[in-house]
């Protein structure tokens, strides 16, 4: 560590903050992508499920801690002969630290949307509108069907009425279901 002795005592800090943090930043990712340290990832989802938000962590915790500082030090290393004023270049990283930090956010809230249970159930589809793609009969005297959009995928079901027989084309509403995939509607 000599180099940094000749450096001036700003730079110095940037470098003293830099190599701990960026190493810990590098055990802290190869132990996440090898499964280790699971307890950190099972607080942040016990987390949100209890109080609702959207946030699926802390704002405060010790990996946005390593991304602010991981940003911040290397932005100042990095700017240090670029930004003659010191206080601007403090200022400089500190932003890109906290960019840091809500491009973790965006990230990770991304990868949590890849979780989320998306799986077609019967019970999406009460009070919900469709379309009617095959002839419905009045009065559940047989059967059509209906095109209606769960999750943004579009299912196709069959279909009853309780009033007047329902023509392709016609908007419908969804009032009632069964678990054999047998839905009942009524006209908009």
């Known amino acids: 560590m000599n180099f940094l002795e000749n450096l001036e005592p700003l730079l110095r800090a940037f470098w003293y903050v830099a190599l701990p943090v960026s190493l810990f930043f590098i055990l802290q990712t190869i132990m ?3 499964g280790i340290g699971g307890a950190d990832a099972d607080v942040e989802i016990a987390t949100e499920s209890h109080d609702g938000g959207d946030a699926p962590f802390e704002l405060f915790s010790l990996r946005n801690l390593i991304n602010f500082l991981l940003g911040f030090s290397w932005t100042g290393i ?22 840091f930090v809500g491009a973790f956010f965006i990230l990770i809230k991304q990868i949590m949307r890849l979780g989320e249970n998306n799986s077609f159930t019967i019970d999406k589809t009460l009070n919900q509108t469709a379309t009617v793609y095959l ?4 009065k559940k005297s047989g059967r059509g069907k209906i095109q209606i959009s769960i999750n943004g995928a579009y299912h196709e079901l069959d279909a009853v009425t309780e009033s007047e027989t329902l023509t392709t084309g016609t908007v419908v509403k969804v009032i009632g279901a069964d678990q054999n995939s047998l839905v009942v509607v009524e006209k908009i």
């Not at 990095?78 to 960019?99: M, P, R």
């Not at 002839?135 to 009045?138: D, R």
């Open 78 to 99: 990095s700017l240090y002969d670029s930004i003659e004023n010191k206080t601007i270049l403090i200022l400089v990283a500190v932003i890109v630290g906290a960019g």
């Open 135 to 138: 002839t419905i009969p009045e």
């Open 32 to 34: 996440t992508f090898m």
